[in-house]
């Protein structure tokens, strides 16, 4: 069983307890505007673009069949439309300015990349976050790595925004020690305009999960003009104190630094315009969970 991941972040402090080693998995069933991953939207391998590095050598021109690559006063151009991704561009890129997002792994070789962590996950009662992306979009290939990566004894968390079959997270309970849930607003509708889906089956799903007394927690990215108001915050309050098993819940701030991905990936980044909150404004809605 293979899979496509983008990156592999060893020792990690900010994704789950302890020291951990994030495996990114490639591939989400959503489409949030302000994302900051835009390079996990598609299941396939891709091309970057990394302009500042290019030397115009040409070699990548020579190699591209599909003519998306082309020299033009002195510089290398790049027409994502016309990329077919073949990916032969990256493999003569000398500068390291045509890169491929997206590489395939199997379980063993995804242990073999983060065994020499082992030691500090020990030390620090850490272990393995598996985020993306969205990891149930792999699903076969997901539950292929934490079987095997629960086998070596590893603590493992499943980062998720939840939307997916019941079927498939009840599959993978026995392998997983705790859960972070992207919790992103209780809406339906603005879900649904900002997202791409509805979220349904995501509040379902948290309501099954937290039935069964499994451990984790909620997370909501706060962005402005889609879901910073009081009101917006009190909605999720609500949902959330209905809830018995949550070990944590937070509010979690909205950043931009994502802008360079979607400039060198050629995609549309709608938020390029967006400033963070401001810390004294996000503070006040963190405080309504208190209420």
């Not at 989400?28 to 673009?49: A, D, G, Q, V």
């Not at 104190?241 to 979690?252: A, E, M, P, R």
């Amino acid at each position: 069983m293979e899979g496509i991941i983008t990156n592999i972040q060893r020792l990690s402090v900010h994704d789950g307890e302890g020291i951990r080693s994030v495996i990114f998995f490639k591939g989400c069933n959503m489409r949030c505007e302000w994302c900051h991953n835009p390079e996990t939207f598609s299941l396939k391998p891709e091309i970057e673009r990394v302009t500042d590095k290019c030397i115009a050598c040409g070699e990548c021109v020579k190699v591209c069949n599909a003519k998306a690559l082309f020299i033009m006063h002195g510089k290398v151009h790049f027409n994502k439309k016309k990329c077919n991704q073949c990916l032969e561009c990256a493999t003569v890129c000398y500068a390291k300015a045509m890169n491929i997002v997206g590489n395939t792994y199997t379980a063993a070789l995804l242990y073999k990349k983060i065994e020499k962590d082992i030691p500090f996950f020990q030390s620090s009662n850490g272990g393995i976050t598996i985020s993306g992306g969205e990891p149930f979009t792999q699903f076969k290939f997901l539950k292929s790595v934490v079987e095997f990566f629960k086998k070596k004894g590893l603590h493992i968390t499943i980062e998720s925004n939840f939307s997916t079959a019941w079927q498939h997270i009840q599959a993978l309970i026995p392998y997983v020690d705790h859960w972070m849930i992207d919790l992103k607003m209780i809406s339906f509708e603005q879900h649904k305009k900002w997202t791409g889906i509805g979220n349904s089956n995501i509040l379902k799903n948290i309501k099954l999960l937290d039935n069964r007394g499994e451990s984790y927690e909620l997370r909501t990215p706060v962005v402005p003009s889609v879901n910073s108001t009081k009101d917006d915050i009190l909605l999720l309050k609500k949902f959330v104190d209905q809830l018995i098993n949550i070990k944590k819940y937070q509010l979690n701030p909205f950043h931009p630094l994502g802008g360079q991905k979607y400039i060198n990936l050629s995609k549309e980044n709608k938020f390029a315009k967006v400033k963070a909150l401001e810390k004294t404004e996000f503070d006040k809605l963190s405080a309504v969970l208190d209420q």
